[in-house]
């Protein structure tokens, strides 16, 4: 599958047209891209799309895989985003041979007609990927609805007055909870008395004591809010920093020496301006 990915991606930096894929009818029929929709640049998004990711200056044109799913990026009109698919697929094709009429039925097919008829090969700027809704207009991630209806279950487990807890089961809760950390904003500082706790039992139970509890209640307040505060895409790729220099705890920089990048704006009104 890496080498599938390696052939597809090297058609795509070298700008070749391949011809239409036999599969490719199948799929595009599910996208939710229009034809006459051209997706870079991108249309207004309903949420504002993250400031601190610098903007895409030519068009995206890309394919990953994870195990054996591959994932596609593109940008530009349906043609565009038609030859993405096809290449992708032709590529598949170069590495394992499409069925023909030779073939027993019981061999299946290298790319899957029932994932396909899915619409899992069909273009959306909107997709679950791996487990995760991705929003690429907005720039942002956050858990599909089945996720967040175990999410909720997991919690409705562990009632506030409860005061022990197995310690399989709560090694199975922290297993859960981090898994879906990711698309949960400000859960990263929670895990400290939940880790401590696991840290701190003695025998075969976990005493779930006060702030135990006050970091799952801050779970659950996350939960509820998911719906206004997704994830940005930002927040789980650091990005270089837009200027050095001293700041105080308020961040908005101290004044002194300064070594800028493209578009700061020094503050004003300050006794000692930065040098810039």
């Known amino acids: 599958t890496e080498t599938i990915a390696d052939l597809a991606n090297g058609s795509l930096k070298a700008g070749r047209k391949v011809r239409p894929h036999q599969l490719d009818e199948r799929a595009t029929r599910l996208d939710r891209i229009r034809k006459n929709e051209n997706v870079f640049p991108y249309s207004e998004p309903s949420v504002a799309p993250d400031p601190s990711i610098p903007p895409q200056q030519q068009p995206i044109a890309e394919v990953d895989v994870y195990v054996d799913d591959f994932i596609a990026i593109a940008q530009g009109d349906h ?120 840290q701190l039992h003695k025998g075969k139970r976990v005493s779930l004591k006060k702030e135990v509890h006050q970091a799952l209640k801050d779970f659950r307040w996350i939960l509820n809010n998911l719906s206004e505060r997704p994830t940005r895409i930002a927040e789980l790729v650091p990005l ?31 006794a000692a301006p930065p040098i810039l």
């Open 240 to 270: 270089l920093p837009s200027a050095l220099g001293h700041h105080d705890a308020s961040g908005a920089g101290a004044g002194g020496v300064w070594f800028p990048a493209q578009g700061i704006q020094p503050r004003t009104g300050s």
């Open 79 to 198: 043609a565009r985003l038609k030859n993405v698919r096809a290449t992708v697929l032709h590529s598949i094709d170069s590495i394992f041979r499409p069925n023909d009429e030779r073939d027993p039925k019981s061999r299946s097919e290298p790319v899957s007609l029932k994932k396909l008829d899915k619409g899992d090969a069909s273009w959306s700027t909107r997709q679950t990927i791996l487990g995760w809704d991705i929003d690429t207009i907005s720039k942002t991630i956050t858990l599909p609805p089945h996720r967040r209806q175990r999410l909720a279950e997991v919690l409705d487990s562990i009632p506030p007055h409860q005061k022990r807890i197995g310690v399989t089961k709560w090694h199975k809760v922290l297993g859960e909870l981090r898994s879906m950390s990711i698309a949960l904003p400000g859960s990263r500082g929670l895990f400290s008395y939940l880790q401590k706790a696991l």
